[in-house]
C-alpha cells in the first residue's frame, strides 16, 4: 500500500493523468499483476492510496523493471510532496487468494 501526496492541485491532475497511463499499461502487459488500483481520499484531495497484490515477489520484480513502472517512478517526483509505502502481510480474508 502507498500513499502519495501531491504538491498542489495541479499536481494532482497531472499525477492522476499519469496514474491512468501506468495503470492502462499494468493492465495490458502484466500478468502477474493481480491488483493495482488508486482511490482518492475523501476530504483529502492531495492524497492518493494505491493497493498493489502481485501474484509474487517475482511478479513484483518484473513490474518495477517494466517502462512505464520505470516512466511512472521518474515522472511522479515533481509532482509530489511525500510518499509512504507500507508493505502488507496478509493474514486472512475474503476473495484474498490469488
Known amino acids: 500500500m502507498v500513499r502519495f501526496t501531491c504538491k498542489d492541485e495541479k499536481s494532482a491532475a497531472a499525477f492522476d493523468a499519469l496514474v ?3 495503470i492502462e499499461a499494468i493492465c495490458q502487459h ?5 491488483v493495482y488500483a488508486s482511490h482518492r481520499v475523501d476530504s483529502q484531495p492531495l492524497q492518493r492510496i494505491f493497493y498493489e497484490l502481485y501474484r509474487d515477489r517475482d511478479a513484483f520484480d518484473a513490474h518495477e523493471q517494466t517502462g512505464h513502472t520505470r516512466r511512472f517512478l521518474a515522472a511522479r517526483e515533481e509532482l509530489l510532496a511525500s510518499v509512504e509505502v507500507d508493505w ?6 475474503k476473495g484474498t487468494t490469488p
Do not use: C, F, K
Not at 502484466?30 to 493481480?34: A, H, L, M, V
Not at 502488507?88 to 480474508?93: I, V
Open 30 to 34: 502484466e500478468p502477474g499483476t493481480i
Open 88 to 93: 502488507l502481510e496478509l493474514q486472512s480474508g
Open 20 to 22: 491512468g497511463e501506468t
